[in-house]
């Protein structure tokens, strides 16, 4: 099992990038799939979440409603966080994770799911 995670880079304030998270060795469709993020020194948090496993979602986080779009491509078996209107507290490595965990609408624990190697997303001011 592999999601390979990319997309990520330096942009300014107000500007957009568009995150993949390609998976290999499971059918997304079987999953619960979402975003979280880690700024330094700060926890790991809960992003967006989308679910082909039960139809349900999408869910986001506060901080980022209205800005972030989570998506799927079933035969591309990838997965996408469309980010507008970047600020600079955006600024972190964003990891993309599938699960099949019960409770999964606002995210779950590092040991419920597999991750990606995480994207680097630096908001310049």
């Known amino acids: 099992v592999q999601l390979q995670a990319s997309g990520g880079g330096l942009v300014q304030t107000g500007d957009s990038l568009r995150l993949s998270c390609a998976a290999s060795?499971?059918?997304?469709?079987?999953?619960?799939m979402g975003w979280f993020r880690q700024a330094p020194g700060k926890e790991r948090e809960f992003v967006a979440v989308?679910?082909?496993?039960?139809?349900?979602?999408?869910y986001y986080a506060d901080a980022v409603k209205g800005r972030f779009t989570i998506s799927t491509h079933n035969a591309k078996n990838t997965a996408y966080l469309q980010m507008n209107s970047l600020k600079p507290e955006d600024t972190a490595v964003y990891y993309c994770?599938?699960?099949?965990?019960?409770?999964?609408?606002?995210?779950?624990?590092?040991?419920?799911?597999?991750w990606g190697q995480g994207t680097q997303v630096t908001v310049s001011s």
């Open positions: 060795g499971l059918t997304l469709s079987m999953y619960h």
């Open positions: 994770s599938l699960t099949t965990s019960v409770r999964w609408t606002t995210g779950w624990a590092r040991d419920s799911g597999f």
């Open positions: 989308i679910s082909r496993r039960s139809g349900g979602g999408p």
